[in-house]
């Protein structure tokens, strides 16, 4: 039984349904967007002395399979799941599997060091989030990492595009206290919140170093969470 849902629909046009103009300022490539989470990521890994190609690495709610393209040819496997059959259509290319039940990954457990999930919480109905993430938990092997990332509910700019994006019309934002929370759903402990995205691309490529300095000032447009299983 597929559980989906919206993005099924949205899925033929789904690079112009998360388009509006204001986002189009800051800029209007969605591989940016994915750059920044990669690098986020990478920055993460090297500063834990983490290589991430002796990681097995699950991409939850992948979509379209952007992040997965990206990255997935730097971690020692790369899988990705979604419960929309037709966002995964395009994703031949991908080593990816239909979520058939929403708070249920389709994976055995301990097979993952590393756990995504991009702009997926916030269309999960918050009285399920809860369960998804401790299957998170089950998927992941000791040690590994969950990452979060999110739209910050704290920036208003963010707040007016979800409202004129019209995939996001059922979106329902969480702070990044929430986030922190739902890692320890997983048996995570949280171990950094980053925010990200202050500057649009144009910026972004000539002055980068400003937003590096801001990472802990919770107003980018974005943010990560990112956690490590405990199962001490
Ligand atoms: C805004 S899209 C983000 C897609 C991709 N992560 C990206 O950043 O391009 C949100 C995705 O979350 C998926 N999703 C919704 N509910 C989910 C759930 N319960 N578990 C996993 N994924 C879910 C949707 O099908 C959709 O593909």
Same mark, same amino acid.
């Given at each position: 039984? !597929? ?21 189009? =300022? $800051? !800029?209007?490539?969605?591989? $940016?967007?994915?750059?920044? =989470? ?7 890994? !090297? ?27 730097? $971690? ?72 979060? $990332? ?24 969480? !702070? ?57």
């Amino acid at each position: 039984m !597929s559980t989906t849902t919206e993005f099924d629909e949205y899925a033929p046009q789904y690079d112009d349904l998360v388009r509006s103009p204001i986002r189009d =300022k $800051f !800029s209007t490539d969605s591989v $940016f967007f994915a750059e920044r =989470k990669w690098q986020l990521l990478q920055q993460y890994l !090297s500063r834990r002395g983490l290589d991430s190609h002796d990681m097995a690495w699950l991409d939850v709610g992948c979509g379209t399979g952007t992040l997965l393209r990206l990255a997935g040819e730097a $971690f020692q496997s790369a899988a990705g799941c979604d419960p929309s059959s037709e966002m995964l259509e395009t994703c031949e290319d991908l080593q990816i599997s239909v979520q058939t039940e929403s708070t249920r990954l389709p994976f055995d457990a301990d097979q993952f060091d590393l756990v995504t999930l991009v702009c997926v919480l916030h269309h999960v109905v918050p009285g399920e989030r809860r369960a998804l993430m401790q299957d998170v938990g089950r998927v992941l092997r000791p040690g590994g990492l969950v990452c979060i $990332f999110e739209h910050n509910p704290l920036n208003p700019v963010t707040r007016l595009v979800v409202s004129q994006t019209p995939v996001d019309r059922d979106a329902v934002l969480l !702070s990044s206290g929430e986030a922190r929370r739902l890692l320890g759903d997983a048996g995570c402990v949280p171990s950094r919140v980053e925010y990200f995205l202050y500057l649009p691309e144009s910026l972004y490529r000539r002055a980068g170093r400003i937003e590096r300095l801001a990472t802990r000032v919770p107003l980018g447009g974005q943010y990560a969470a990112i956690g490590t299983y405990d199962v001490g």
